[in-house]
């Protein structure tokens, strides 16, 4: 591993001058409150700047200007909700730079990601605008032939979107434009370490020319407090969550008392099988993106390592190698792989994992170790178990951090990669096709990526089964998840 130096000061001053939406963004107007929030470089942990600490009484404000908004938004044509979200898109790239500059000061993921994330993120803009007026009915005789079926296809209604502080880019984008298109108002919930990113995106609706009302952003330190109020509104007809497990059962209990329509992408547990046909170069150059991108702070994330005995050794030496080889620093310095992690309480606690599991036995190939000097930087991790029981598998580490453990059959790798209450990403490597498709249909999963370790894309449908979640973002599903089916029966 290798440490690169913080960048030149001026830079991050200069950062600064971006992060001019410090306010909550309500009925077209940003708005201030009496009390303020700081927020950290997790590569520095120096204070960047504050923002708008919203509470209850604001949150309840944004959700009169959606509802008030929300009749007028849903008769908008489609083609005119296209074209609002391709002026949205096109103001979005217009400030690339400070997306990507931002991104990167206040989560610390590597500027090279920061654009990857920005450039994603404007295509899922453009995605929705082009299924925008692609929304459709249906007509159809009634099986008795005496009466006509019609279908159409509504908005769901105000929805509240909270986003999480891994993607804070990719997430408020994936989210707003869906519901937009759909015909939606919407109250986003920034991340609280994260909200400047969020601001910014809000800041292209509002310049792009979306009606008072139409989308709305609340920044808040008492989440619970402000998600709690909006969810006993009847007003509120769908939210939709990345985050936690944990924090998705409680929404998901508040929903119920409403019957609200709800999106959740939650924890995962990604099992990465590497089988003994694989070609292991491919695998271990996926496996260090799927791994290390963003400090290992994803949800998709490659979780455990699953490698079959023939190809063990071989996969674990060169993998061993190229996570050495990864440049851990500030994400504003040329050829930085791995940034900082997003807080000192992720890295103290991703630091006791890495410390009880090598006390239980595990083997330390690299890494496990917080790095000296400021901010929250830890050092890509490589532990090696002897066996599938180790409580670590059961978790999802969320850090720079990878677990390796060995089988013996295919079953085996299937079984292992299945033994967790959780089910969003799996990725398996391969040479064989069918068994490429084979082990894809069996794995408990709602992703699979097969000889890739990244599969986000506008076009696909990317959510998780078991304990990771309900619904789809992205692709056609997640249009629909923001409308509702009314049927007539006509008779002619």
Known sequence: MAVSPSPDTRTTAELRGH??????????????TDSTFDVVDPATGEVIGSVADGRSEHAAAALDAASAAQADWAAVSPRARAELLHSAHDVMKSHADAFIDVL?????????????EFHLSTQFLRWFAEQAAHVHGSYSPASAGDFRIITRQDPIGPSLLITPWNFPLLMPARKISAALAAGCTTVVKSAGLTPFTAALMTQVFAEAGFPP?????IHTTTSGEVSSALMAD?????????????????????????IMGTSMELGGNGPFLVLDDADVDAAVEHAIVCKFRNAGQACVAANRIILQSGIADEFTAKFVAA???????????????????????QRAEVHADVTDAVAGG????????VVDGPGYFYEPT???FSGTTHPLACKELFAPAATLFTVDTVDEAVAFANDTDMGLAAYVFTRDLSLAMTVAERLESGMVGVNRGVMSDPAAPFGGIKNSGLGREGGHDALHEFLETKYIALTV
């Open 234 to 258: 009847p007003r509120l007809r769908k939210v939709s969550f990345t985050g936690s497990t944990g924090a998705g059962r409680v929404l998901l209990g508040q929903a119920a008392q409403n």
């Open 323 to 345: 996570t050495r080889a990864l440049v851990v620093g500030n994400g504003f310095t040329d050829g930085v792989d791995v940034g900082p992690m997003i807080s000192e309480k």
């Open 104 to 116: 990167t000061l206040e989560s610390g993921k590597p500027r090279t990601e920061s654009a990857g």
């Open 213 to 217: 009302g139409v989308v709305n952003l």
């Open 382 to 384: 490589v532990l090696r």
């Open 19 to 32: 992060l001019v939406t410090r306010t909550l963004f309500i009925d077209g107007r940003w708005v201030d």
């Open 362 to 369: 595990a083997e330390l190939l690299t890494g496990g170790a």
